[in-house]
């Protein structure tokens, strides 16, 4: 900080004495380092209620954090730009030969443009490390995305497939509800069937119950044995 406070003498240039509009600059600076403080903590707010889960619009989100990072980018690049420039300021002043002795209200001026360039320092390095952070949440922010439409897709894949598998499952079904009334009917015409012969297989067997009397036989037999005793 001292090397940028107090760079090398050069030449002697001719420089104007500062004006008040120099102090008006430096307010501008200010009020712009406040305005970057608003806007790092608005970002931060904003980042914190899109990681919240259930969060519409997470992509469109994410492009205008995207966006208002680049703005904040160019802002730092301009504030950068205007340090460099009243370092260069406090610089002539150094140079000019006699100008504390010339004019006294210069060291009070002197004074403040350094303890201005050093806060303006402080800011610039606590706005880069506060982009960094925003930075590292919005790649964090970027993956949890990546891993939520990851999970969506295996979900949406997994509900499908149950979805597929359901409509085969009906349609089995119904095909065996077919199959089965099909089943039961033939099992009727059948039934009927059986009901329909049953009266005539037994009219059949009952007359062959006549020649049970075929053991008459015996008799025969004794008439034999009689004949056999007395006619012979």
Do not use: W
Request: proline letters at 6%; one cysteine or more; hydrophobic letters at 35%.
């Amino acid at each position: 900080m001292a090397a940028l406070l107090h760079p090398a003498p050069a030449a002697a240039v001719s420089a104007p004495d500062p004006e008040p509009d120099d102090l008006q600059e430096l307010d501008g600076v200010r009020q712009e380092n406040a305005e970057l403080r608003a806007l790092c903590m608005e970002l931060e707010q904003a980042l914190h209620e899109a990681s919240l889960p259930g969060h519409a619009g997470g992509e469109d989100r994410l492009k205008e954090y995207e966006a208002m990072l680049e703005e904040k980018t160019e802002m730092i690049r301009q504030q950068h730009e205007q340090l460099q420039q009243l370092q260069a300021v406090i610089a002539e002043l150094e140079c000019q030969p006699g100008a504390r002795s010339s004019n006294a209200g210069s060291a009070p001026r002197e004074d403040e443009l350094l303890a201005l360039g050093e806060e303006l320092e402080r800011d610039r390095r606590q706005i880069q490390e506060d982009e960094q952070a925003l930075m590292q949440q919005m790649r964090e922010m970027e993956v949890s995305m990546a891993r939520e439409r990851a999970e969506m897709a295996r979900q949406r894949n997994d509900m499908q497939r149950l979805q597929s598998e359901v409509r085969h499952e009906i349609e089995r079904l119904e095909r065996s509800g077919a199959l089965q009334s099909k089943i039961e009917g033939l099992k009727n015409k059948l039934s009927d069937a059986s009901t329909r012969r049953g009266s005539a297989p037994v009219a059949s067997r009952a007359q062959p119950t006549q020649p049970v009397a075929a053991p008459a036989p015996p008799p025969a037999k004794k008439e034999g044995l009689m004949g056999r005793l007395f006619g012979r």
